[in-house]
């Protein structure tokens, strides 16, 4: 009995599972179906929304929005942003703007104050700012696998609160979320245009994850593992397909480099309405430094070597560090001890936090702590400061799309040793004799074997090469920068 019991139990169970699988399949269907008929439904009515509420406004000055979820940090991107803005404001002083931001705990004052201690600008005219209270969808923590396709799809999330927030005439995507553009060129009516300043995925990242190379996007787990790597390709293919329909949708698209433009026509396929813009740069204050001509010999004299950059993985902090325990070696030990290496730069989260610290622990155990210090967040003063007693400017970013700090350096009359890819290569430091600017290296033994002659070079030599990479600077400029802007732009202004 006891067995024909338990046989009935078991053909229960399995009655139950064959009762649930018939329903899944049914329901699962039903959800898809329900999905596929009101999306569109949603977007036609959406899109109808906002043109009635185009047409209710009427006549009303010009709007142009910039999608800047982190607009109160204070890199590179962010010089973008508020010079992109004032560049506006003074060629069009009638355009209203608004910035969308995730900044929830910064007022508008607190903002606009951080721009000019930071970046030394002040806007001619008010901004209207666009408080978004999802931001958290956009954060790389949030997505821990699969980590662009969540942010991607997170972006949409955030872009879409942007939308029923605040409609404005022309939507430009200051910091890289593409595919935020078809939510306002479609269901939002406006005219579209995005500031590229490092694709979101690349034919070097395939390249990457095909020759199973360990980054920090690309864990040693799925590196070491065929299947695993197959299948990250796999996803990257359908990725890439996704990204470059979106970034198709904007009306004008900016780049900041060669390197990026390369990639951006490589994926987008748009190259007649892609424009490379290099972004702007403070060289014309930071070129009233003086050039230093100190003498490595002088017992007395520190000599600086700065980083400026932001204080993320890709930045490649671990291997400046590394270089330095090198370096180390190379010198004589009075040398050595006038070696100081100072990392200036920003924190945008408690992650950069932590980050920050592992860095200072890895100095602690390569005994680089009496050599290396950290300045976080430091105003632009400060900053000035900085480079004005440094000697050389440090880079370390693979590919990095542009490099306004490696600029920032020469104009302040360092000598650059940046990373040999990317921008730097490709737009900004020239190695060839006789127009030399600058130095490049790849490995740590390299930028170990670059600083150490730069240290023993003469006074006049040091000089020669500084002069140059002053030279070459200009291009880069603030003036450079807005001039092109509004050149690009202009066919969206005027037709606001």
Same mark, same amino acid.
């Given at each position: 009995?006891?067995?024909?019991?338990?046989?009935?139990?078991?053909?229960?169970?399995?009655?139950?599972?064959?009762?649930?699988?018939?329903?899944?399949?049914?329901?699962?269907?039903?959800?898809?179906?329900?999905?596929?008929?009101?999306?569109?439904?949603?977007?036609?009515?959406?899109?109808?929304?906002?043109?009635?509420?185009?047409?209710?406004?009427?006549?009303?000055?010009?709007?142009?929005?910039?999608?800047?979820?982190?607009?109160?940090?204070?890199?590179?991107?962010?010089?973008?942003?508020?010079?992109?803005?004032?560049?506006?404001?003074?060629?069009?002083?009638?355009?209203?703007?608004?910035?969308?931001?995730?900044?929830?705990?910064?007022?508008?004052?607190?903002?606009?104050?951080?721009?000019?201690?930071?970046?030394?600008?002040?806007?001619?005219?008010?901004?209207?700012?666009?408080?978004?209270?999802?931001?958290?969808?956009?954060?790389?923590?949030?997505?821990?696998?699969?980590?662009?396709?969540?942010?991607?799809?997170?972006?949409?999330?955030?872009?879409?609160?942007?939308?029923?927030?605040?409609?404005?005439?022309?939507?430009?995507?200051?910091?890289?979320?593409?595919?935020?553009?078809?939510?306002?060129?479609?269901?939002?009516?406006?005219?579209?245009?995005?500031?590229?300043?490092?694709?979101?995925?690349?034919?070097?990242?395939?390249?990457?994850?095909?020759?199973? %190379?360990?980054?920090?996007?690309?864990?040693?787990?799925?590196?070491?593992?065929?299947?695993? %790597?197959?299948?990250?390709?796999?996803?990257?293919?359908? *990725?890439?397909?996704?990204?470059?329909?979106?970034?198709?949708?904007?009306?004008?698209?900016? =780049?900041?480099?060669?390197?990026?433009?390369?990639?951006?026509?490589?994926?987008?396929?748009?190259?007649?309405?892609?424009?490379?813009?290099?972004?702007?740069?403070?060289?014309?204050?930071?070129?009233?430094?003086?050039?230093?001509?100190?003498?490595?010999?002088?017992?007395?004299?520190?000599?600086?070597?700065?980083?400026?950059?932001?204080?993320?993985?890709?930045?490649?902090?671990?291997?400046?560090?590394?270089?330095?325990?090198?370096?180390?070696?190379?010198?004589?030990?009075?040398?050595?001890?006038?070696?100081?290496?100072?990392?200036?730069?920003?924190?945008?989260?408690?992650?950069?936090?932590?980050?920050?610290?592992?860095?200072?622990?890895?100095?602690?155990?390569?005994?680089?702590?009496?050599?290396?210090? *950290?300045?976080?967040?430091?105003?632009?003063?400060?900053?000035?400061?900085?480079?004005?007693?440094?000697?050389?400017?440090?880079?370390?970013?693979?590919?990095?799309?542009?490099?306004?700090?490696?600029?920032?350096?020469?104009?302040?009359?360092?000598?650059?040793?940046?990373?040999?890819?990317?921008?730097?290569?490709?737009?900004?430091?020239?190695?060839?004799?006789?127009?030399?600017?600058?130095?490049?290296?790849?490995?740590?033994?390299?930028?170990?074997?670059?600083?150490?002659?730069?240290?023993?070079?003469?006074?006049?030599?040091?000089?020669?090469?500084?002069?140059?990479?002053?030279?070459? =600077?200009?291009?880069?400029?603030?003036?450079?920068?807005?001039?092109?802007?509004?050149?690009?732009?202009?066919?969206?202004?005027?037709?606001?």
């Amino acid at each position: 009995m006891l067995g024909i019991t338990c046989f009935c139990n078991m053909f229960d169970i399995f009655g139950l599972l064959s009762l649930i699988s018939s329903l899944v399949i049914p329901v699962s269907v039903c959800i898809i179906a329900g999905l596929v008929v009101l999306t569109p439904v949603f977007i036609c009515a959406a899109r109808n929304h906002f043109k009635n509420k185009k047409k209710s406004c009427g006549e009303h000055a010009s709007t142009v929005a910039f999608f800047h979820p982190y607009c109160n940090m204070g890199g590179g991107g962010e010089r973008v942003l508020w010079c992109a803005i004032r560049a506006i404001q003074t060629r069009h002083p009638a355009v209203k703007i608004a910035v969308y931001t995730g900044d929830l705990e910064s007022s508008p004052d607190e903002i606009l104050n951080r721009v000019n201690q930071r970046f030394n600008i002040i806007l001619p005219n008010p901004v209207e700012f666009i408080y978004l209270r999802r931001r958290q969808w956009v954060e790389a923590k949030m997505y821990p696998y699969f980590t662009l396709l969540g942010q991607s799809l997170g972006s949409i999330i955030l872009g879409l609160e942007a939308l029923f927030s605040f409609l404005p005439d022309v939507y430009v995507d200051s910091m890289g979320y593409a595919f935020t553009l078809p939510l306002f060129k479609y269901i939002g009516c406006c005219r579209t245009a995005c500031y590229v300043h490092y694709p979101t995925i690349t034919s070097d990242m395939l390249h990457r994850v095909s020759q199973r %190379t360990v980054a920090h996007n690309n864990r040693r787990l799925v590196a070491r593992s065929p299947f695993l %790597t197959a299948g990250k390709l796999l996803y990257y293919r359908i *990725f890439s397909m996704a990204y470059s329909w979106a970034g198709r949708c904007a009306d004008c698209v900016m =780049v900041n480099s060669s390197w990026t433009e390369d990639h951006i026509n490589d994926l987008w396929k748009c190259p007649l309405k892609t424009h490379r813009i290099y972004p702007p740069c403070d060289v014309n204050d930071l070129k009233k430094l003086p050039i230093l001509k100190q003498d490595a010999n002088k017992k007395d004299k520190l000599l600086k070597i700065v980083s400026v950059g932001q204080f993320r993985p890709e930045k490649d902090h671990p291997l400046q560090l590394r270089s330095m325990y090198e370096l180390r070696q190379l010198l004589p030990e009075d040398l050595w001890e006038r070696v100081r290496l100072t990392f200036v730069g920003s924190c945008r989260d408690a992650e950069d936090e932590q980050r920050m610290r592992d860095m200072s622990d890895l100095c602690k155990h390569l005994s680089l702590e009496n050599n290396v210090e *950290f300045k976080v967040n430091i105003p632009y003063e400060e900053l000035r400061q900085e480079l004005k007693e440094s000697v050389i400017g440090l880079h370390a970013m693979w590919n990095e799309h542009f490099g306004i700090g490696v600029v920032e350096c020469m104009a302040a009359g360092l000598i650059m040793v940046a990373h040999r890819s990317g921008g730097p290569r490709m737009d900004i430091v020239e190695e060839a004799e006789g127009s030399r600017n600058g130095f490049l290296a790849e490995s740590e033994m390299e930028y170990a074997q670059t600083i150490a002659a730069i240290l023993q070079l003469s006074a006049s030599s040091r000089e020669n090469i500084c002069t140059a990479a002053r030279a070459s =600077v200009d291009r880069f400029s603030v003036a450079e920068f807005e001039t092109g802007f509004l050149r690009t732009m202009q066919p969206l202004l005027s037709n606001s």
